[in-house]
């Protein structure tokens, strides 16, 4: 069964700046790709941003290009994204899971879903 335990939201100001990181367990971490969705209420969950399995690739939603960052650390299982320049329209739950192929319209694999991190960016 896979796992994945993500923490780091919280409230943010718009400009701000939050590092989410998401733990993994279940599965080979190193030979997947990993991606970060978000979703909002009444939404679907969509990809924000996608980390091939070495960690050499990575790829972006248009709206959070140049100012998200993933990153992961397979040695510790770990995956992260660093957000900065928050605004409003990022509020939302934050998930990651691991992904058919590093191509963007590749599905999610993971058998489970962890239970998000809220961001809120608010004044």
């Known amino acids: 069964q896979d796992q994945f335990v993500e923490s780091g939201g919280g409230l943010a100001q718009p400009g701000g700046s939050l590092t989410l990181s998401c733990a993994s367990s279940?599965?080979?971490?190193?030979?997947?790709?990993m991606g970060w969705y978000r979703q909002t209420p009444g939404s679907e969950r969509e990809l924000v941003a996608t980390i091939s399995a070495a960690g050499s690739n990575t790829n972006y939603a248009e709206p959070v290009k140049g100012r998200f960052t993933v990153s992961r650390n397979n040695a510790k299982m770990m995956t992260y994204l660093q957000m900065n320049n928050l605004k409003p329209e990022d509020t939302a739950v934050y998930y990651c899971?691991?992904?058919?192929?590093?191509?963007?319209?590749?599905?999610?694999?993971?058998?489970?879903w962890g239970q998000g991190t809220q961001v809120t960016v608010s004044t």
């Open positions: 279940g599965f080979h971490f190193s030979t997947e790709v």
């Open positions: 899971n691991r992904r058919a192929g590093y191509s963007w319209y590749q599905p999610v694999v993971g058998n489970s």
